[in-house]
C-alpha cells in the first residue's frame, strides 16, 4: 500500500510559515514601541550573520539571532549578508510609518513580513535605476504598513562591499517628509556655497592664470561631488539611471578630490622648497589614491576603499603637520590651510565617530562633514584672496621702493649730466681728432693698397713681358739668322744673273761659247743646286718665325682684351689657350702639360678679368710645380666641362707640394703668400676670389700635403649682374 502526502493549500502553507518565523525567535526580541517621535531602532534589533549569503526567509528558523547592544551597530567591510529581525508595535492612528536606512553608502536592501495572504517582500537592488524606488529618497527607504495597535515582525537582509553602518529610523509620514525637505534645504545650501566658491575661484583663475586656483577649483568641484554623492543626492539628481555609476562614484569622487587636494596643497604651500622631505610623502599620497582609483575601475571596490581611507588619513595628517610646521615658522598662507584643514578634520572625526556609535545619531551628527567641508572651501577661498593681497602689497612695495631707486637715480642722473656732458665734449674732440687721424690712415691704406695692386699688375706684366719677349725673341732670331745666308744667296744668283747679261754684249761665236763655259763653271762652283735648297728653307724659316709672331701677338691681343670693361660673351677655352701661349716660357720643357677643353658654350662675363684668373692660378702651379722633389716630374692639368645646362667648370691641378688646412683657409686673405720676399706680393689669389665673386662663380679649392692642389671654378653662363664699373 502507498501512501500519498499532499502538500497544503495556500494559505495553510502561509500560516506554518508565519508560525515558522515567528514562534521560535519572538522571545529572544523586544518589541519596539512606536509612540509618533523618530525612532532609532539599533538597540531593539536582533542580527545574524549569513557568510555565505544562502539564507532564504524560509530557513530563518534555524538561525540563531544576537540581539544588538548598539544604538547603530557597524559590521564594517563585510562580504556576508547581514539579516535583521525587529518587531515593530504602533500605537500611533498613523498606519503608515516609513523604515530609513540613514546611511546612504547602502544601496540595496530587502524587507520580509508576514501578512495574513501570505509572506511580502520589498526590495531596493544596487543594480535599479532611483526612479524603481517606491519611495524616492536618496536613503534606502522601505514603507511598513502597521494598523494602530498591531505589531508586526519584519527580517531585513542587507548586503554591501563597503563599509555598513545601519543607522536604522522609524518615522511617521509627517516627520519622514520634515526630513527629507530639511535634508534637501541643508544640501541646497552646501552644493550653493561650493558653487560659489568654485565660480569665483574659477573667474580667478582666469584673471591672473594662477595654478593654484585651477588646482582648487578642481579640488572644490570634485569634493561637492563626493559629498553630494555620500549623502545619495547625486544618484538621486545626476545620473538616477546610472546605478553602476553610483555604485562607484563615491570612491571615484573621493579619489579625484583627494589628489586635487593634495596637488593644491603642494602648489599653494610651495612645500617642493619650504618642506622637501614631507613634500616626498605628499608624492606618496599621490600614487596611493591614483592606485585607489585603479582598484576601483577594475571592480576592487573593497581594496579600492580601504586604500581611499588610508590616503585620506595621511594627506589630513600630512596637510596638519605641514601647515603646522609652516605656521611656527609665520607663513601666513599655512596658518588660513592649518585652520581650514582642523574644521575640515573636527568634521571627519565626527562623521566617523558616529558610524563607530561613539556619537549619537541625530541632525547634527548627520551633517559633520558636509559642514566641515563648506567651512574648509570658505577659508581656503579666503586663504587665496590673502595671497593675492599678499602679492599685491608686495608689488606696491616693490613699486615704491623702484620710485624711490627712481627719484634717487634720477638725482643721480642729473647730477653727473654736467659731468658727462663736459666729458662728451672732450670725447668729442678726441673722436674727431682720431677720426681725422683714421680717415688719414684710411687713405694711406688705399693709396698703398692701390700700390700694392699696381705692384702686382707690374709683377704680372713683367711676367708677361718676359714671357712674350722669349716668345718673340725666338722667330725674331730665327728670321734675323737667316737674312745673311739669305743675302749671301741671292749675291751668288745676282752674279750669274750678270753673267748672263754679259752675253748679249758678245756676237763672235767663239767668245759666246767661252763666257757660256765661264757661266758654267760659275755655277758649279757656287753651287746653283744648293743655292736653290738653301733659298726655299730659308724662305720656309722666315715665314715660320712671321708665322709665330703673329700668332704670338695675336695670343697677347686676345689675352689682353681691350673690350674689358664691357660685358661680352666670352670662349673660356680660347682665354686658357692664350694664357698658356703667354706663360710657355715659365713652363719651358721641364713641366708636362695636359688639357682636355670640352665642348662649351661661351659665357657672359669680362674676358680679361677672367683671362687674368687662369694666369694667376696657371702662374702659382707652375712656381710650386718648378719645386719638385727629384724624382717627381711636374705636371699641371688644365680641363674644361660642362656640369649642367646653366653653368660650366674649369679645373686647373698640379702635383705640386698641396697645402695645409691652416694655408688653405688663408689662401684668398689679400696679402697671404707662402712665397719668399720678393717672390709674390700675396694678391693674387684675392684679385682671383673677387673676380670669380664678381661673375656669380664659385672657386673651391681641393688640397692634401704631399699630393697637389686643384683649383675648382664654377661660372655661370649668363651673368646677372656685374660688380665691375
Same mark, same amino acid.
Given at each position: ?5 499532499k ?8 500560516v ?5 518565523l ?8 523586544e518589541?519596539?514601541?512606536f ?10 534589533i536582533?542580527i ?14 534555524y538561525v540563531?539571532f544576537?540581539?544588538?547592544?548598539d ?6 567591510l ?6 535583521i529581525?525587529f518587531?515593530v508595535k ?9 523604515l530609513?536606512?540613514g546611511?546612504?553608502?547602502i ?20 543594480n535599479?535605476?532611483f526612479y ?7 536613503n534606502?527607504?522601505?514603507?511598513l504598513?502597521?494598523?494602530?495597535g ?5 527580517f531585513?537582509r ?7 553602518v ?6 511617521n ?9 530639511t535634508g ?13 566658491m568654485f565660480l ?22 570634485f ?5 553630494? @554623492? ?9 545620473w538616477?539611471?546610472?546605478?553602476y555609476?553610483n ?17 593644491f596643497?603642494m ?26 582609483l ?5 571592480g ?8 581611499t581611507?588610508?590616503?585620506g588619513?595621511?594627506?589630513i595628517?600630512?596637510?596638519i603637520?605641514?601647515?603646522a ?9 599655512a596658518?588660513?590651510?592649518?585652520i ?7 568634521g571627519?572625526?565626527?562623521?566617523v565617530?558616529?558610524n ?8 547634527f @551628527? ?15 577661498s579666503f ?14 612695495i616693490?613699486q ?17 649730466n ?9 670725447? @668729442?674732440?678726441e673722436?674727431?681728432?682720431t677720426?681725422?687721424e683714421?680717415?688719414?690712415?684710411? @687713405? ?19 711676367q ?5 719677349a722669349h716668345?718673340?725673341n725666338?722667330?725674331?732670331?730665327f ?12 749675291a ?11 752675253l ?6 767663239e767668245?759666246?761659247?767661252?763666257k757660256l763655259?765661264?757661266?758654267?763653271e760659275?755655277k ?7 743655292i ?20 704670338i701677338?695675336?695670343?697677347?691681343k686676345?689675352?689682353?682684351r ?8 666670352v670662349?673660356i ?12 716660357y715659365?713652363m719651358?720643357t721641364?713641366i ?28 702659382n702651379?707652375?712656381?710650386i ?5 727629384e ?16 653653368h660650366?667648370?674649369?679645373?686647373i691641378?698640379?702635383n705640386?707640394?698641396?697645402?695645409t688646412p691652416?694655408v ?7 696679402f ?7 717672390d709674390g706680393t700675396?694678391?693674387g ?9 664678381a661673375?656669380?662663380g ?10 697637389g692642389?686643384?683649383?675648382e ?13
Open positions: 500500500m502507498i501512501l500519498k502526502f502538500w497544503p493549500d495556500s494559505f495553510t502553507r502561509n506554518i510559515l508565519f508560525l515558522f515567528i514562534i521560535p525567535f519572538h522571545s529572544k526580541g518589541e519596539i514601541p509612540k509618533g517621535k523618530d525612532l532609532i531602532i539599533g538597540k531593539y536582533e545574524a550573520e549569513d557568510t555565505s549569503s544562502s539564507y532564504s526567509i524560509d530557513k530563518l528558523k540563531n544576537t540581539r544588538s547592544k544604538e547603530t551597530p557597524n559590521f564594517g563585510s562580504n556576508s549578508s547581514w539579516w529581525k518587531t504602533n500605537y500611533t492612528s498613523d498606519k503608515d510609518l516609513f530609513e536606512l546611511y546612504p553608502m544601496h540595496s536592501g530587502e524587507l520580509f513580513t508576514m501578512e495574513p495572504s501570505g509572506v511580502t517582500h520589498q526590495k531596493i537592488l544596487e535599479d535605476s524603481k524606488r517606491k519611495t524616492e529618497h536618496q534606502v527607504v522601505f514603507k504598513t502597521i494598523p494602530k498591531e505589531s508586526k515582525t519584519y531585513l542587507i548586503r554591501e562591499n563597503t563599509q555598513i545601519l543607522p536604522l529610523i522609524i518615522r509620514q509627517d516627520s519622514f517628509f520634515k526630513s527629507a525637505l534637501e534645504i541643508l544640501i541646497g545650501i552646501y552644493i550653493g556655497i561650493l558653487a560659489v569665483y575661484n574659477l573667474f580667478l583663475y582666469f584673471s591672473i592664470r594662477e595654478n593654484s586656483y585651477l588646482y582648487y577649483v578642481m579640488y572644490i568641484l569634493i561637492g561631488l563626493a559629498q553630494t @554623492t555620500l549623502t545619495g543626492y547625486s544618484f538621486k539628481i545626476l538616477p539611471n546610472q546605478p555609476f555604485s562607484i562614484a563615491t570612491s571615484l569622487f573621493s579619489t579625484l578630490s583627494g589628489i586635487f587636494g593634495i596637488v596643497f602648489n599653494f604651500l610651495n612645500t617642493r622648497e619650504r618642506m622637501p622631505l614631507f613634500n616626498k610623502g605628499l608624492y606618496v599620497i599621490l600614487v596611493t589614491y591614483v592606485l585607489a585603479v582598484f576601483q575601475l577594475n576592487n571596490a573593497s581594496l579600492s576603499y580601504t586604500l581611507n588610508l590616503s588619513v595621511g594627506s595628517v600630512m596637510a603637520s605641514v601647515s610646521v609652516l605656521s611656527y615658522q609665520n607663513y601666513r598662507p596658518k588660513f590651510f592649518l581650514a584643514w582642523s574644521i575640515f578634520f573636527v571627519l572625526a565626527m562623521f565617530l558616529r563607530l556609535d561613539i556619537l549619537p545619531y541625530n541632525f @551628527t548627520n551633517y559633520t562633514m558636509q559642514a566641515g567641508t563648506a567651512i574648509e572651501v570658505i577659508l581656503l586663504a587665496l584672496a590673502d595671497k593675492i593681497n599678499v602679492l599685491k602689497k608686495e608689488k606696491e616693490s615704491e621702493q623702484a620710485l624711490r631707486v627712481s627719484l634717487e637715480n634720477e638725482k643721480i642722473i642729473t647730477e653727473q654736467v659731468v658727462l656732458e663736459r666729458n662728451v665734449l672732450e670725447r @668729442t674732440r673722436l674727431r681728432q677720426n681725422t683714421l680717415t688719414d690712415t684710411l @687713405t694711406q691704406l688705399k693709396d698703398t693698397q692701390t700700390q700694392l695692386i699696381d705692384a702686382e699688375k707690374m709683377a704680372s706684366l713683367g708677361l713681358t718676359a714671357g712674350i716668345e718673340i725666338n722667330p725674331i732670331n728670321v734675323s739668322s737667316n737674312i745673311r745666308p739669305l743675302r749671301r744667296d741671292i751668288d744668283l745676282i752674279q750669274i744673273l750678270d753673267s748672263y747679261s754679259d748679249h754684249s758678245t756676237d763672235q761665236g767668245v759666246l761659247d767661252n763655259k765661264e757661266i758654267e760659275l758649279n762652283d757656287l753651287d746653283l743646286d744648293y736653290k735648297t738653301e733659298l726655299g728653307v730659308l724662305l720656309n724659316g722666315m715665314e715660320d718665325g712671321a708665322h709665330r709672331t703673329v700668332e701677338v695675336k695670343g697677347l686676345m689675352f689682353a681691350v673690350d674689358d670693361s664691357d660685358l661680352n660673351m670662349n677655352n680660347e682665354g686658357i689657350e692664350s694664357t698658356l701661349v703667354i706663360l710657355n715659365q719651358g721641364s708636362q702639360l695636359f688639357k682636355d677643353l670640352g665642348n662649351i658654350p661661351n659665357i657672359e662675363g669680362f674676358g680679361g678679368k677672367l683671362n687674368q684668373v687662369f694666369m694667376n692660378i696657371l702662374t702651379s707652375i712656381y710645380t718648378q719645386k719638385n722633389e724624382g717627381k716630374p711636374p705636371f699641371i692639368w688644365v680641363k674644361t666641362w660642362l656640369k649642367d645646362p646653366d660650366i667648370c674649369i679645373s691641378k698640379d705640386g707640394s698641396g697645402m691652416e688653405k683657409a688663408k689662401i684668398f686673405e689679400p697671404f703668400t707662402t712665397k719668399q720676399v720678393g700675396g694678391l689669389l684675392s684679385i682671383v676670389f673677387k673676380i670669380i665673386e661673375h656669380n664659385h672657386i673651391a679649392v681641393n688640397s692634401e700635403v704631399g699630393e692642389t686643384e683649383f671654378i664654377t661660372l655661370p653662363i649668363l651673368k646677372k649682374e656685374s660688380n665691375f664699373p
